[in-house]
């Protein structure tokens, strides 16, 4: 089964409750600022990530999704 994750930058307030909280170390914050003005998450090590979902529980402002990818 393959995951889509994703990110929304524009929701992202780079609080960094999703890096903290990765049991693989993932996450980290960006070194650029958004449109907003934040520093967002993004994915540094994508090929580590198991799918928990755990940044997607954690995340106050509901920026990060995993769906299932859908056959085609």
């Given at each position: 089964m393959a995951y889509v994750y994703s990110i929304d930058?524009?929701?992202c307030k780079g609080c960094g409750l999703c890096?903290?909280?990765c049991p693989k170390k993932v996450?980290?914050?960006e070194s650029k600022v958004s449109s907003k003005?934040?520093?967002p998450a993004y994915r540094a090590r994508p090929e580590d990530c198991i799918y928990c979902a755990t940044c997607?529980?954690?995340?106050p402002d509901v920026a990060i999704t995993i769906a299932e990818?859908?056959?085609a």
């Open positions: 930058i524009e929701y890096v903290t909280v996450l980290e914050l003005g934040y520093f997607c529980r954690m995340c990818e859908k056959a």
